[in-house]
């Protein structure tokens, strides 16, 4: 195999097996300090509980997290070493903010929030959970404000010719608010709240279906499920800003993503299909009639351009870019269906009873997960073949130096690890789930600490 | 682009001297806990080396943040000095990668079960992750001293079994020695009572060790690295920087002695300076020092950094962002200050 393919899969591993963790960190962070902040509203004990329970699942994601970023901030330089001289002025001085400004926020105040339960007062324990979470919110800016520059590049211009060639910043605030960057971040943001709140409903409600920790479960429960409805419906408007955006500046992406083979007027968006890669064109294709026209252009008569309009040598890989897109879309499904069906039951008294949709829930775990990666993977499959949309090709972007041999090895090692890490991170977050909110070890009740307050109210 | 305030070469200097910063900072933090590491199994019992871990608990993770931001600074103010170190040392660096997860995941896990088994497996991942990164980071930085062939694009010719040469080998160990005598001051720094006493008796010996290894490699970098020291013969005034380097050296086991533990830990931080600012100052304008043709090949501040513009951005990003790194990091700090123990919330 050579290089380029090979750098690829390695990326696209350790990229994929990244983006587990951050959407829960940045997900779960929003939920902690919602519960933190009630409970210092409600001084009810039930709520520092959940605080807690959810602190340590949140520190679990987070160490896996950080210690698979890292492994994506060095591999920009060990196999895109050419894409890293292009690039490094614009994309190097984001991810230079995204470790002064969010990086340090979080894993400094993670300290507090973990280990200063009993060193440090209420107040300033939420907020700490509240930095934590803006410190997590952050670090989604700038890697997202970085990618999106790829898609949609502003605010620089070229200089020098040849392999010395790159991109230099002339206008910061331009990089920044590139055309795509705020809507992508929206669209990803929420997507890692969707990922948080479902992982508290899941759980939750396993607890609610084996009669444990009653009280804990229906308090987070209904905390998920309200984050889990506002996120669906908020996700509806950031998926067809994103849509918009695609349509107006990577026409090929659209086409790719909605499997427009033909440049048509009216075009339909396709509710399911299968794309045939021999003959280029959709099998039992169920389609509503003009509707990608006026959800692109706000017209149904407008005109999409379709992939025949570009060299057939650029296409992206139109089978994993519609398949993954759709994907998305079904898993987005999913989660509305659960979040309609829990806020149902929670109205008509009957949480605890419905067996069948806490059912549901628990598996529900698995819908944002699947969303989030499916649609990275159409946005990032189908911005081929460029890695720096119209400037730079993947090709471009490789590591001279570096063989194939190399990268299969490092491939091979990222997944033994990975596989590893894996397996462990499931067993552990078993544990926590199995092990409850109650803390077995006693505990030191010093007089600065969260306990503070339930002493206050039991004496 | 007239109207902005510094020059480009005075800027490509400031950065510079940025860089070495965070690198100090991150030898310093992650240097003790990676010491901490390194020693984790010369203490036979649970306890103890719960006690150890939880000396790092709630820090190591923020201190593994100055490598990521060291490494984002590089990429963003010498992009052509990241994109060939990266590429250039691409297994060590993998290696170093791998060693950074096992290690984040040994500090987690660890104590998530009572078998004997399961901590004993994650004690030794533990401190094996801990001594392969501090010798992979001597080792790298041994090579980047003697230098690597590159060409004209700042590609690297060479192959990767080549890194592992004498010179790079005494710095690798001299890295090792070195986190290991920081680590165990900050050990001693943070514990009480009878664990104190122990650490106290392994102090003197990780400082020996430590002097021993610096000789070797000071004698290696006369006889094989002509070119480190050519800028302290030209400029004697940085010799000073040795003075202070010896003296602060000299100034741990005096303090341990009169059992002031917080200023040995601070002679042992003031070494790490000196060394890396020996370092910064030999190096100099070179990142990655051509070894096939110093003068036209090597990767410099000034031929491989960012533009004018971007380097005022980044100026710009760390005079805001790090005064608030340094305030809540040394507010952190004062919170987890004095002795630790052990409590419900421990690794």
């Known amino acids: 195999m050579d290089v380029e393919i090979l750098a690829r899969l390695q ?7 990244h983006y587990i963790y951050p959407p829960l960190s940045i997900g779960l962070g929003l939920i902690m300090v919602i519960m933190e902040g009630i409970y210092l509203k409600t001084k009810n004990p039930l709520y520092l509980d959940m605080a807690k329970f959810w602190t340590r699942v949140f520190a679990l994601t987070f160490a896996i997290g950080v210690a698979t970023g890292i492994v994506m901030e060095f591999e920009f330089g ?14 190097g001085s984001a991810l230079a903010a995204e470790g002064v400004f969010a990086f340090f926020l979080e894993s400094g105040f993670l300290a507090l929030l973990l280990f200063g339960w009993n060193r440090i007062g209420p107040k300033l324990h939420f907020f700490s959970a509240l930095m934590v979470c803006l410190g997590a919110h952050f670090s989604a800016v700038w890697i997202v404000v970085a990618n999106s520059w790829m898609q949609t590049p502003a605010g620089y ?34 997507g890692t709240w969707l990922a948080g709140a479902f992982l508290v409903i899941s759980v939750s409600a396993w607890y609610l279906l084996k009669k444990r920790h009653i009280k804990f479960a229906r308090a987070s429960l209904k905390i998920g499920l309200v984050v889990a409805l506002v996120s669906c419906i908020l996700q509806l408007f950031t998926g067809d800003r994103s849509g918009k955006v695609v349509a107006q500046y990577q026409p090929l992406k659209l086409a790719a993503l909605e499997g427009v083979y033909e440049t048509t007027k009216d075009a339909p968006i396709s509710v399911f299909a299968i794309p045939n890669p021999w003959e280029d064109r959709l099998m039992f294709n169920i389609a509503i009639p003009g509707l990608l026209s006026f959800l692109a252009y706000g017209d149904f008569d407008a005109e999409v351009k379709g992939l025949d309009a570009f060299p057939k040598k650029d296409w992206p890989h139109v089978g994993l870019t519609f398949t993954t897109y759709h994907l ?15 806020v149902y039951a929670w109205c008509r008294g009957k949480l605890e009873t419905s067996r069948w949709i806490l059912w549901f829930a628990v598996f529900s775990v698995l819908f944002p997960q699947i969303a989030n990666q499916a649609g990275w993977i159409s946005a990032e499959v189908g911005r081929y073949p460029w890695i720096v949309y119209d400037l730079l090709r993947i090709s471009e972007g490789l590591s001279q130096s570096v ?21 462990l991170f499931i067993y552990l977050l078993t544990q926590k789930i199995r092990h409850g909110p109650e803390m077995k ?19 | 682009m007239a109207s902005l305030p ?3 070469d005075h800027i490509q200097f400031i950065w510079y001297i940025a860089f070495i910063c965070l690198l100090i900072g991150y030898a310093i933090l992650d240097g003790f806990d990676l010491g901490v590491g390194i020693l984790h199994l010369f203490s036979k019992s649970d306890k103890e080396r719960r006690l150890m871990l939880n000396s790092i608990g709630p820090v190591w993770d923020g201190n593994e943040v100055w490598l990521v931001t060291a490494g984002g600074a590089l990429f963003a103010g010498f992009p052509d000095a990241y994109a060939t170190f990266a590429s250039s040392f691409y297994i060590p660096i993998m290696i ?45 930085v041994g090579n980047l001293i003697q230098g690597i062939p590159l060409d004209e694009y700042g590609n690297h010719t060479g192959h990767f079994t080549e890194f592992f040469h004498t010179y790079a080998f005494m710095v690798g160990v001299m890295t090792v020695a070195l986190f290991m005598m920081h680590g165990s001051i900050y050990l001693m720094m943070k514990t009480e009572g009878e664990f104190h006493e122990k650490m106290r008796l392994r102090v003197n010996p990780s400082i020996i060790f430590f002097i021993m290894t610096y000789g070797f490699a000071t004698v290696g970098t006369l006889i094989y690295q002509p070119h480190m020291v050519e800028a302290i013969q030209n400029r004697p005034y940085f010799f000073l920087i040795v003075v202070i380097n010896m003296l602060a050296i000299a100034n741990i086991p005096r303090e341990i002695h009169f059992g002031r533990d917080l200023r040995a830990f601070l002679s042992s931080c003031v070494n790490i300076v000196c060394l890396l600012a020996l370092y910064a100052i030999g190096m100099f304008p070179n990142l990655v020092y051509a070894s096939n043709d110093p003068e036209t090949l090597s990767v410099t501040i000034y031929n491989g950094s960012s533009s004018l513009l971007t380097l005022h951005i980044l100026l710009l990003i760390a005079c805001i962002g790090i005064p608030l790194v340094i305030s809540y990091t040394s507010v952190i700090y004062y919170i987890f200050r004095g002795k630790v123990k052990l409590d419900a919330h421990s690794y």
């Open chain 1, 157 to 190: 211009h070229i200089v020098k010719n040849g392999p010395t060639m790159r991109a230099e910043i002339t206008d910061f605030w331009a990089m920044v608010f590139n055309p795509s960057s705020m809507t992508r971040l929206s669209h990803v943001l929420v």
């Open chain 1, 441 to 459: 070890e006693e505990e030191e009740t010093a007089y600065h600490s969260m306990e503070v307050y339930i002493g206050e109210k039991h004496g």
């Open chain 2, 96 to 140: 170093l990668l791998a060693g950074l997860i096992f290690r984040a995941v040994s500090i987690e896990f660890r104590s998530k079960q009572p078998m004997a088994w399961w901590r004993w497996m994650w004690d030794i991942l533990f401190a094996g992750a801990s001594l392969v990164i501090a010798f992979g980071l001597g080792v790298a």
């Open chain 1, 328 to 342: 998305m879309l079904y898993m987005w499904g999913g989660m509305l269906l659960a979040a309609v069906l829990g």
């Open chain 2, 6 to 8: 510094l020059q480009l």
């Open chain 1, 403 to 423: 063989t194939g041999t190399q990268v299969l090895s490092s491939l091979i090692m990222f997944s033994v690890v990975y596989t590893f890490l894996f397996i």
């Open chain 1, 78 to 91: 060990t196999n895109w070493a050419a894409y890293s001289r292009y690039v490094g002025d614009v994309f």
């Open chain 1, 11 to 17: 990326f696209a591993v350790t990229i994929m097996f």
